[in-house]
């Protein structure tokens, strides 16, 4: 029996002792019982399969979605071993949080399970976030030359989903969105396919897939309904021009600095910063001396981004320089290095906003 297992001499464990004030009606889940549940090893599962069950359901839906947050706020917050064991819960609300909640692990069995949830599990709301959590492994299956072939029973997958006239409307949408990791023309076909639909909803879908290709065959597309009558579409035509990297965009992204919708605004300020150049620091600059709170915040993530791209930029160049003087035979110990380890370094977190829809 784990040490910290609930049975003993010495009572309750801190991990069962958490689960049991969790359980208790309150309006709000302590930071310090999530912390005891953070990084649960063999005896804290077998606990919590004994203690889950007793827990009212709105206090289970309470928990995960409590997690959900945590996981989201701290690195520290870790709980994916807990959130496997809930993937057969017989909740909907909760099945779905506990796919969403492992975005981070892409193990060969997951990704088969999650191929199973999209497929057959009785939820539009599950079917939903395994079609969204397909697209990670998509992702770095795409990034990969060699996972490439283990890729195609996702596409195929996600393609399905998306191609079924039954499907519930969001499970396609999640299906398309993750699908355009994938470099295929049965791709590009359906998102054009999703864009001429004419649900606003599904066209935003096929905008976020756009940019989400990565695939600047959508400028034309993109840069048009970046002026759309439709603050949700102008969002995500100014999100896909950000991932696109659309310098032609400059012009409207900077009107849509001052557009009527709060997320609009966000959204323009994030693909300034993915697009970059001076027109679009000196616009970002402007708006930390006046603007809302958030719309400032906005704009410190996105020269932070823009930031951290020149300085990769700079160092490329430095590489080069050194790699050309190599080969001309200079004497290497006459350029000047910096002293500090900066491989290490990454880019600024999660700097593009929240999806509206």
């Known amino acids: 029996m784990s040490p910290r297992s609930s049975a003993g001499a010495k009572g309750p464990s801190p991990f ?142 996600l393609l399905a989903r998306f191609n079924d006239p039954q499907e519930d409307l969001d499970v396609r949408r999640r299906a398309l969105e993750s699908a355009a990791f994938a470099g295929d023309e049965r791709v590009h076909n359906a998102i054009q396919e999703a864009y001429d639909e004419g649900d606003r909803d599904m066209r935003g879908t096929a905008l976020f897939a756009m ?17 759309n009558n439709e603050a949700s579409l102008r969002y995500e035509a100014a999100i896909a021009a950000g991932e696109l990297s659309l310098s032609d965009g400059m012009p409207t992204l900077i009107k849509l600095v001052q557009d009527g919708d709060g997320q609009v605004r966000e959204a323009a300020v994030w693909a300034l910063g993915q697009i970059g150049g001076r027109e679009a620091r000196r616009v ?42 190599d080969e001309l035979g200079e004497d290497e110990d006459n350029l000047e290095l910096d002293d500090d380890d900066d491989d290490d370094d990454a880019p600024p977190a999660a700097l593009k906003p929240p999806r509206p829809n």
């Not at 709105?58 to 409590?66: C, F, G, M, N, T």
């Not at 290709?213 to 959508?218: I, R, Y």
């Not at 906005?298 to 300085?311: H, R, T, V």
């Open 211 to 227: 940019g989400r290709s990565l695939d600047t065959a959508w400028e034309p597309v993109v840069l048009r309904e970046l002026c």
């Open 284 to 325: 970002l600059e402007g708006i930390l001396d006046g603007g809302d709170a958030e719309l400032q915040e906005a704009a410190e993530d996105a020269l932070a981004e823009l930031d951290f791209m020149e300085g990769l930029d700079t160092l490329n160049m430095f590489d080069f320089e050194i790699a050309t003087r």
């Open 16 to 157: 069962v002792r958490a689960m049991r004030r969790i359980a208790e009606p309150s309006d709000k889940i302590k930071r310090a019982d999530l912390h005891a549940l953070s990084n649960a090893d063999a005896g804290d599962i077998a606990d919590f399969k004994a203690e889950w069950p007793k827990l009212p359901l709105e206090r289970r839906r309470a928990l995960i979605s409590a997690m959900e947050d945590s996981a989201e706020e701290s690195v520290q917050a870790e709980f994916s071993d807990l959130l496997l064991t809930l993937l057969d819960e017989p909740d909907e609300v909760v099945r779905a949080a506990a796919v969403r909640g492992l975005w981070e692990i892409e193990t060969p069995s997951l990704g088969k399970r999650l191929l199973k949830l999209a497929v057959d599990d009785q939820s539009a709301l599950v079917r939903a976030a395994a079609a969204a959590g397909l697209g990670s492994f998509l992702e770095d299956a795409e990034e990969d030359a060699h996972a490439i072939p283990q890729s195609k029973p996702i596409v195929d997958c």
